[in-house]
């Protein structure tokens, strides 16, 4: 099977069309009435979850191992993260849809540039599928906070903290029990930021850069979603 290059010209485009989606989407969620806006939202919701369920059935039945497709890598839990946010109300939905946009969106455009699919042809199912639902998994966040789901503030800095103690303790744990490397906890993928933290920190010293790099990136996301919120309450205010 033929590989495809990070950032060839074919990644190129395809990341320039998701960029032109992660534009359109949330400014239609934003101008649709508010009933029509989370009907998309919980429609785009599963059907990402959905298209990430008939891969991993697609890849057993060419005869991959179940053990290495469970939905346990951190754009998997912003699947099951934004249909539980999509459906739910208050405070629990405030917590999950923050989550998903100050924490899983960034992972998955860390997923989007370097992608470990790029074992296959760039045309063939398994990246056309992947690039759909990671695309997904940092729009649909997005189209969450227009439509004012969550309201992000440096106070919540705990939120994503709190999610990865819950999740990646018992996923380490199993990862180490079954040999597995789920969320790239045992060891990073090559090509990606988690290798280059590795080429001077060693493993498991990488996990302590993963944790500053972290900071900075949450940092950056709530800098940025502060900076959107005075510019909107600026825009309304005229």
Same mark, same amino acid.
Request: net charge neutral.
């Given at each position: 099977m033929n590989a495809f290059e990070h950032f060839c010209t074919g990644h190129l485009i395809i990341l320039g069309i998701i960029a032109l989606f992660a534009v359109a989407l949330p400014v @239609?969620?934003?101008r649709l009435p508010a009933n029509k806006a989370d009907i998309l939202i919980k429609a785009l #919701?599963? @059907?990402a979850l959905t298209g990430e369920i008939l891969q991993d059935i697609q890849l057993t039945y060419e005869g991959g191992n179940i053990l290495d497709y469970l939905p346990l890598h951190l754009c998997n839990l912003g699947l099951f993260v934004n249909v539980l946010a999509s459906f739910t109300k208050g405070k629990f939905r405030?917590?999950? #849809?923050e989550v998903s946009l100050v924490l899983i969106a960034p992972g998955s455009i860390f997923a989007l540039v370097t992608p470990?699919?790029?074992y296959r042809p760039l045309l063939s199912w398994l990246p056309i599928m992947c690039f759909f639902t990671h695309a997904l998994v940092? @729009? @649909?966040p997005i189209m969450m906070?227009?439509?004012g789901y969550s309201k992000p503030s440096f106070k919540h800095i705990w939120y994503p903290y709190a999610f990865l103690i819950i999740t990646a303790v018992p996923i380490y744990i199993l990862d180490r029990a079954i040999d597995r490397n789920y969320m790239f906890l045992l060891r990073p993928i090559k090509g990606?930021?988690?290798a280059w933290l590795e080429s001077f920190l060693g493993n498991p010293g990488y996990l302590v850069g993963v944790l500053v790099m972290l900071i900075l990136v949450l940092a950056a996301v709530y800098g940025l979603l502060y900076v959107s919120s005075l510019w909107r309450s600026t825009s309304s205010a005229k």
């Open positions: @239609i969620a934003h #919701s599963i @059907i405030a917590f999950l #849809s470990d699919w790029n940092l @729009i @649909i906070y227009v439509r990606t930021p988690l």
